[in-house]
């Protein structure tokens, strides 16, 4: 049995990134964090460090840094089912609770750029504008007015209808 692996082959290995390019990658942007024997200060990971058991690594995936502790090593990609033999998530609560956060914003903090709402964004959205905006009855005038006339509601247009003709 091996007693270290490099850090990219075992972080695709027990499936936290897609692909071993990706885990690359993340290790050269600096989002691949080590602490030797799970104690001490954090070390940034290259992606040919090297890890051992018992290693705790770190790995920032905004909003959250996960965190996992090794239990044994393997440089091959391994079924979900056998990942917790492997190694064991330790990220504390708070960072879990972050990803609740995000959850429960949903549409409302969408950026610019981000596409399409979905379907059900767009009834969220459609069932909050309905409440917000409603249309305005025109029987809520009195009876010897008409809309647009009285104090505060001239509503009267500066054009005539050789305007609209070609």
Same mark, same amino acid.
């Given at each position: 049995m091996k007693t270290e692996v490099r850090i990219?082959?075992?972080?695709?290995?027990?499936?936290?990134?897609? &692909?071993? &390019?990706?885990?690359?990658?993340?290790?050269?942007?600096?989002?691949?964090?080590?602490?030797?024997?799970?104690?001490?200060?954090?070390?940034?990971a290259k992606p040919s460090r090297m890890i051992h058991v018992d290693d705790v690594v770190l790995v920032r995936k905004p909003p959250v840094t996960y965190s996992f502790k090794v239990k044994a090593l393997t440089e091959n990609r391994l079924g979900a089912k056998l990942v917790?033999?492997?190694?064991?998530?330790? &990220? &504390?609560?708070?960072?879990?609770?972050?990803?609740?956060?995000?959850?429960?914003?949903?549409?409302?903090?969408?950026?610019?750029?981000?596409?399409?709402?979905?379907?059900r964004e767009a009834r969220e959205l459609n069932r909050f504008t309905s409440e917000v905006f409603t249309d305005t009855d025109f029987e809520d005038f009195p009876d010897d007015e008409e809309p647009g006339s009285g104090p505060g509601r001239d509503w009267t247009f500066d054009f005539d209808e050789s305007d609209f003709e070609s």
């Open positions: 990219d082959k075992w972080i695709w290995a027990m499936r936290i990134f897609k &692909t071993r &390019t990706v885990a690359s990658d993340s290790c050269k942007k600096g989002r691949v964090m080590v602490r030797p024997g799970g104690k001490g200060p954090e070390i940034p917790p033999e492997y190694m064991e998530n330790v &990220t &504390t609560r708070d960072q879990l609770d972050l990803l609740d956060v995000v959850k429960i914003s949903g549409f409302i903090d969408r950026r610019k750029g981000l596409g399409r709402p979905t379907k």
